[in-house]
């Protein structure tokens, strides 16, 4: 099966890639695992070398890089730089503390010496989300690296170019090759990748129901998960609010990276006696917002990322009729006849 990605701004296909076959994914993780067994027993030094490089690298090509989340998943370019500067210092901020963290801890007990040590546990597998095709990569990645482990990377498939640049930075880097590896699958092959005798633990960012998915599969194998599922954050506007400073909060929380982020802003409870003043404040501050083309400068929000995406929430505004009048008071959403319609852009 291909893996095809999408400028969802044009709806143009960037490129398309073959996916791994399951032997292809098996052995990919084998690699790694041979990897490990060289990398844990590497110092903490010998680790922040190529780390510090990865930071260089990710700073060098950070305008590169932006470019390639606007094309792939419609993030503005400004958004995408500050993205990359992020990752750069999760690098940086790991190869410098990493050995800090992870230092062995004396404890008391009725032994004549307790203590607790922190050892490499193997392969990691992180199952890892578009909308921060980066930052959520590197987040888990430069600690894991860092404490001696080896990654390996089911990215979403609309940002196939994402994790293969971020497979090459690595190498780039310096790493030792199979360190970490983007395994280029669909969904139905993940079960198998947990399921694998090398793989030692399961990360993902996500959703509820993959959530629930992967965590019964990963402990039925008895594999440890981190888990980072999917929220509705409230934000609370109270009669004693600066209400400039509240509206401005709560759009900027709203839109950013438009809009698609597990901690956006997506609940607004305002107390009665500010609510008009508020509602006026918050409505002004949205249509100053640019929609546009994510590679133009002073592009404020970009297309949603997949069509798919898109026609999910017109769906939910037409069945919703009451809810919908709101909305669009609010934010200006697309009419009911061009909702309807295949458009690249949600206008605002």
Same mark, same amino acid.
């Given at each position: 099966? =291909?893996?095809?990605?999408?400028n969802?701004? !044009? /709806?143009?296909?960037?490129?398309?890639?073959?996916?791994?076959?399951?032997?292809?994914? =098996?052995?990919?993780?084998?690699?790694?695992?041979e !990897?490990?067994?060289i990398?844990?027993? !590497?110092?903490?030094?010998?680790?922040a070398?190529?780390?510090?490089?990865?930071?260089?690298?990710?700073r060098k090509?950070?305008?590169e890089?932006?470019k390639?989340?606007?094309?792939?998943?419609?993030?503005?370019?400004?958004q $995408?730089a500050?993205?990359?500067?992020?990752?750069?210092? =999760?690098?940086?901020y790991?190869s410098?503390n990493?050995?800090?963290?992870l230092t062995?801890e004396?404890?008391?007990?009725?032994?004549?010496?307790?203590y607790?040590?922190?050892?490499?546990?193997?392969?990691?597998?992180a199952?890892?989300?578009?909308?921060?095709?980066?930052?959520?990569?590197?987040r888990?990645?430069?600690?894991?690296?860092?404490? $001696?482990?080896?990654?390996?990377?089911?990215?979403?498939? *609309?940002?196939?170019?994402?994790?293969?640049?971020i497979?090459?930075?690595? *190498?780039?880097?310096?790493?030792?090759?199979n360190?970490?590896r983007?395994?280029l699958? /669909?969904n139905a092959?993940?079960?198998?990748?947990?399921?694998?005798?090398r793989?030692?633990?399961?990360?993902?960012?996500?959703?509820?129901?993959a $959530?629930?998915?992967?965590a019964?599969?990963?402990g039925?194998v008895?594999?440890k998960?981190?888990?980072e599922l $999917?929220?509705?954050d409230?934000?609370?506007?109270l009669?004693?609010?600066?209400?400039?400073?509240a509206?401005?909060t709560?759009? *900027?929380?709203?839109?950013?990276?438009? /809009?698609?982020?597990?901690i956006?802003?997506k609940?607004?409870?305002?107390v009665?006696?500010?609510?008009?003043?508020?509602?006026?404040r918050?409505?002004?501050?949205?249509k100053?917002?640019?929609?546009?083309?994510?590679?133009?400068?002073?592009?404020?929000?970009?297309?949603?990322?997949?069509? *798919?995406?898109?026609?999910?929430l017109?769906s939910?505004c037409?069945?919703r009729?009451?809810a919908?009048?709101?909305?669009?008071?609010?934010?200006?959403c697309?009419?009911a006849?061009?909702?309807? !319609?295949?458009?690249?852009f949600?206008?605002?």
């Amino acid at each position: 099966m =291909a893996i095809t990605s999408i400028n969802p701004a !044009t /709806g143009k296909a960037i490129k398309t890639y073959d996916e791994m076959t399951p032997e292809q994914a =098996a052995a990919a993780v084998a690699q790694a695992h041979e !990897t490990w067994r060289i990398w844990r027993a !590497t110092s903490f030094a010998e680790r922040a070398k190529p780390m510090k490089k990865t930071a260089d690298i990710l700073r060098k090509r950070k305008d590169e890089l932006a470019k390639l989340m606007a094309v792939e998943m419609g993030k503005p370019l400004a958004q $995408g730089a500050a993205e990359v500067e992020k990752c750069a210092w =999760a690098c940086d901020y790991y190869s410098d503390n990493a050995e800090t963290h992870l230092t062995p801890e004396s404890i008391k007990t009725d032994a004549s010496k307790s203590y607790v040590a922190f050892e490499p546990l193997g392969v990691v597998l992180a199952i890892m989300p578009w909308n921060f095709p980066l930052w959520q990569v590197y987040r888990f990645a430069a600690p894991a690296l860092m404490a $001696g482990n080896v990654g390996v990377l089911k990215h979403a498939s *609309n940002v196939p170019g994402c994790a293969l640049v971020i497979e090459e930075i690595f *190498n780039q880097s310096g790493f030792p090759e199979n360190a970490f590896r983007s395994l280029l699958i /669909g969904n139905a092959q993940v079960r198998a990748v947990i399921e694998h005798p090398r793989v030692r633990a399961v990360t993902l960012t996500g959703s509820t129901p993959a $959530g629930k998915a992967v965590a019964s599969q990963a402990g039925a194998v008895l594999k440890k998960t981190v888990l980072e599922l $999917g929220g509705s954050d409230p934000y609370v506007v109270l009669e004693d609010a600066d209400l400039d400073q509240a509206a401005q909060t709560c759009v *900027n929380s709203r839109l950013i990276n438009g /809009g698609q982020s597990c901690i956006a802003a997506k609940r607004f409870i305002v107390v009665e006696p500010v609510r008009a003043a508020f509602t006026e404040r918050f409505v002004a501050l949205m249509k100053t917002k640019k929609m546009g083309d994510p590679l133009k400068e002073g592009t404020d929000i970009g297309p949603q990322a997949r069509h *798919n995406l898109r026609d999910d929430l017109h769906s939910k505004c037409s069945r919703r009729s009451s809810a919908a009048q709101s909305c669009c008071s609010a934010a200006r959403c697309l009419p009911a006849k061009a909702r309807t !319609t295949r458009r690249p852009f949600l206008r605002t």
